[in-house]
C-alpha cells in the first residue's frame, strides 16, 4: 500500500510531525527556512500528513503523485523495488519539493538492513552504490547494512535531484525535548548522534549544505 494512514500520533516522532504540520506548520516552516535554499516569496504547502487525509504518509509513486511531479526521465520503478521509503512528510514550495524524515529520540536513527528479496535486493545495493557516488561517500560503506533508513533517504534524494533534476530537498527534522521519549534537550546532542551515523555512511562533511539540512524543531513550541 503507497497510501498508509496513520492513528493521531501519542508520543515520539509521529505525534510531534503531525502536530507541527497542522497546527504549528509557521514553527516548521520557519526552522527549515533557516537551514534550506527554499524559493522566495511562496509558503510551504504540506501535501502530507493531513489531519484530513487521515495523517496519511506516503511511498512509491503514490508519494511523487502527492508532490505533483509528472513522469519522470528516469522511472522511479526502475531505481528501486516497491515498498519504498515511506516519508514522514511531504511539501512543495513554488517549483521546489521537500521530501522529510522526522526523528525525536535518537534510537529512531537505528535501521536494520533492507529485508527485500534477493533481486529487489540487487537493485536497492545497485541504486545505493549510485547515490553513494554522486554524494562522492567514502569507500567501503555498504548502505543496505548501516543506517539503512537514513541511507534509502539519500538514494531518493539523488534519483529525484540527480538522475530527474528535480529541484527536491531533503529534511531530516529533528525534535528536541521529547521528554516522553528521552529525547535530546538540544541540538548539540542530536548533533553527536548524527555524526556518528554520516561517518558510518562515509558521508560526513560531504552532503550538499543546500540539497540536504538538519532541521532543529524544538516540541515545547509545538
Known amino acids: ?12 516522532s509521529l505525534k510531534w510531525i503531525q502536530r507541527a504540520v497542522n497546527q504549528r506548520s509557521d514553527v516548521l516552516e520557519t526552522a527549515v527556512r533557516r537551514a534550506l535554499p ?5 509558503f510551504l504547502e504540506w501535501v502530507s500528513p493531513l489531519q484530513k487525509d487521515d495523517y496519511a504518509e506516503y511511498r512509491d509513486q503514490t508519494a511523487l503523485e502527492r508532490l505533483r511531479l509528472g513522469p519522470l526521465k528516469h522511472p522511479l520503478p526502475k531505481f528501486w523495488p516497491t515498498r519504498g521509503p515511506q516519508w514522514d512528510a511531504l511539501a ?3 517549483d521546489a519539493v521537500l521530501l522529510v524524515e ?4 535518537v534510537r529512531e536513527l537505528l535501521s536494520p538492513s533492507t529485508q527485500a528479496s534477493k533481486p529487489s535486493r540487487r537493485r536497492i545495493q545497485a541504486s545505493l552504490q549510485l547515490a553513494q557516488r554522486g554524494f562522492r561517500a567514502s569507500p567501503g560503506c555498504d548502505w543496505s547494512l548501516r543506517f ?3 541511507a534509502n533517504r539519500l538514494a531518493h534524494l539523488h534519483f529525484l535531484w540527480k538522475m530527474n533534476r528535480v529541484n527536491a530537498l531533503q529534511a531530516f527534522v529533528y525534535f528536541l525535548n521529547d521528554t516522553e521519549m528521552n ?17 558510518a555512511l562515509g558521508v560526513r562533511g560531504r552532503l550538499p549544505e543546500s540539497r540536504i539540512a538538519d532541521v532543529f524543531v524544538d516540541g515545547r513550541q509545538l
Do not use: D, F
Open 102 to 105: 522526522a526523528k525525536a529520540h
Open 1 to 12: 500500500m503507497s497510501r498508509v494512514p496513520q492513528p493521531a500520533g501519542e508520543r515520539g
Open 92 to 94: 512543495t514550495c513554488g
Open 148 to 150: 539503512y533508513q537514513y
Open 38 to 42: 527554499l524559493p522566495a516569496g511562496r
Open 183 to 199: 529525547g535530546p534537550a538540544t541540538e548539540r546532542e542530536w548533533q553527536a548522534a548524527i555524526s556518528v551515523l554520516q561517518e
